[in-house]
């Protein structure tokens, strides 16, 4: 589960819970019991890790309701925007389109089940996935697909709730299957391909189920991969 208020995505467990919990209908029911599921607002490590680099193609996987997505558009990034919901999907070209063409112009969206789906081999300067808490049997195949998706000298940027997170007082999964460190997906980049830019877990200042402050922790990897030699 996320922090109120935060665009973080929220999966339930896959060993502990029915498998349509990933599906399109679980989603689509759970985005249509709100005008809003999320805060609008982009992701922060996505903002501090993408706020400097020079915009290109950037994919945005499991995207939600598209507050990243529109972020990216918005600093000059020609963005597909991935998601397993057609109702959060529209939500966000919705908002697109209410901030202009200029804006709206730069973004595709698309539905798909990104548990099955790969993107396009080589193809994107930047590959984010904000959040996207799935289980450890089907995670390394996942961030394995993105990451092919990297173009030569372009960025994979991962972010996800810290293990530690589950003890923190803040609403998250109590499904430790569904937690990674960074570390963790570092291990899964080939050396031979790829330098690591950034692997920790980044302190962030949230809320507990109380309301009360609570310091939270995200796990983030971010890794180039080389040009050709």
């Known amino acids: 589960m996320t922090t109120p208020g935060q665009h973080d995505h929220e999966h339930a467990g896959h060993d ?10 679980f989603w689509d029911q759970r985005y249509g019991e709100r005008d809003a599921l999320w805060s609008g607002h982009p992701n922060p490590q996505l903002v501090a890790e993408a706020a400097e680099l020079a915009p290109g193609r950037a ?11 529109i972020w990216l558009a918005e ?32 973004i595709t969206w ?8 790969s993107p396009e081999l080589g193809h994107y300067d930047l590959v984010t996935a904000q959040f996207m808490q799935i289980p ?22 991962i972010v996800g709730h810290s293990p530690a997170d ?23 980049l080939d050396t031979a391909k790829w330098s690591v830019l950034v692997s920790e877990a980044r302190p ?12 939270v922790h995200d796990e983030v990897l971010a890794a180039r991969r080389h040009r050709a030699t």
């Not at 450890?136 to 000298?153: C, M, N, P, Q, Y």
Request: glycine share 12%; proline share 3%; hydrophobic share 40%.
């Open 166 to 188: 589950m003890t923190s007082g803040v609403r998250r999964p109590q499904f430790p299957d569904l937690y990674f460190t960074a570390g963790q997906v570092a291990d899964g």
């Open 16 to 25: 502990d819970a029915d498998d349509t919990m990933f599906s399109a209908e």
């Open 136 to 157: 450890t049997k089907l995670r390394s195949a996942f961030f394995t697909r993105l990451a092919d998706g990297v173009a030569e000298g372009g960025i994979l940027l």
């Open 204 to 215: 962030r200042q949230a809320q507990d189920q109380d309301g009360n402050p609570a310091t």
């Open 75 to 106: 600093h000059g990034w020609q963005v597909t925007a991935v998601d397993v919901s057609a109702v959060a999907l529209g939500r966000g070209a919705a908002h697109a389109e209410r901030l202009g063409a200029d804006v709206a112009g730069r």
């Open 110 to 117: 698309q539905q798909a089940d990104l548990l099955a789906w």
């Open 59 to 69: 994919l945005d996987a499991g995207c939600g309701e598209g507050a990243d997505a």
